[in-house]
């Protein structure tokens, strides 16, 4: 494997870790909204206060 190649292998392995980190990140991040707001909704509606925003 040429020097060039190899670099640009090696750059593109780091980025996509990077990358896939993030992405991971997102997607925990969402996961955690949404049940943030399933839990809300379910006290709101044990408590009586179903159309309260």
Do not use: H
Not at 13 to 42: H, M, N, P, T, Y
Not at 45 to 53: K, T
Request: without cysteine.
């Amino acid at each position: 494997m040429s020097d060039p190649l190899f670099a640009v292998f090696d750059i593109g392995l780091v980025f996509a870790l990077a990358i896939g980190a993030a992405i991971w990140q997102l997607a925990r991040l969402k996961r955690s909204i949404r049940r943030d707001r399933e839990a809300a909704a379910r006290q709101r509606a044990e408590s009586g206060q179903e159309g309260a925003p």
